[in-house]
T-cell receptor, first 114, second 114 residues
């Protein structure tokens, strides 16, 4: 079984600053993927970034990057130069080909202060 | 950019009534999913669908629920005899099997059971 844990319910960051959102996971699979999804007030789920477990290099997507620590089963999201539009709920999720479904964490609410 | 489309965006129904939620997945995707999110809670997997049959379902997906893809393009979730606790946001998603892009989500259908 897969589990994804996001222990911080809320975080706040000043506009233009950097913030890191934490996530840990557990899986018995060797082949899996990790994702961060953003859910703005419209409640649509938007894929932010993905990481293949077999890749050692941390994924980067513009202002978004991850710190993937496979041994520690940790997958944090760093948002640089935070913008007001980054304010949203962020969900960490894992995916394996074995069961082909996403398992989500509880999410973290990020607010951005102007 | 291709996207997953869901209709309706909001559905209000009386308890005990049947509802059908509709989804048009991305055209070259092979796996289809339904997830739900009760307000303020995490996103939960309901069911995955591949090759015209259910590949996996959660304990939430009981006999009250059914899925089908009758026309080869629309993917539907039917909820029979709705209950108050079925009120939630329902997300359809699609992905390519073995593709590390993850699942692309629709904008969701907000179901309110009164």
């Amino acid at each position: 079984a897969q589990t994804v844990t996001q222990s911080q319910p809320e975080m706040s960051v000043q506009e233009a600053e950097t913030v890191t959102l934490s996530c840990t996971y557990d899986t018995s699979e060797s082949d899996y993927y990790l994702f961060w999804y953003k859910q703005p007030p419209s409640r649509q789920m938007i894929l932010v970034i993905r990481q293949e477990a077999y890749k050692q290099q941390n994924a980067t997507e513009n202002r978004f990057s991850v710190n993937f620590q496979k041994a520690a089963k940790s997958f944090s999201l760093k948002i640089s130069d935070s913008q007001l539009g980054d304010a949203a709920m962020y969900f960490c999720a894992s995916y394996t080909g074995a069961n082909s479904k996403l398992t989500f964490g509880k999410g973290i609410t990020l607010s951005v202060r102007p | 950019e291709p996207e997953v489309t869901q209709t309706p965006s909001h559905q209000v129904t009386q308890m005990g009534q049947e509802v059908i939620l509709r989804c048009v997945p991305i055209s070259n995707h092979l796996y289809f999913y339904w997830y739900r999110q009760i307000l303020g809670q995490k996103v939960e997997f309901l069911v995955s669908f591949y090759n015209n049959e259910i590949s996996e379902k959660s304990e939430i997906f009981d006999d009250q629920f059914s899925v089908e893809r009758p026309e080869g393009s629309n993917f539907t979730l039917k909820i029979r005899s709705t209950k108050l606790e079925d009120s939630a946001m329902y997300f359809c998603a699609s992905s390519r099997r073995g593709d590390p892009e993850g699942a692309f989500f629709g904008q969701g259908t907000r179901l309110t059971v009164v």
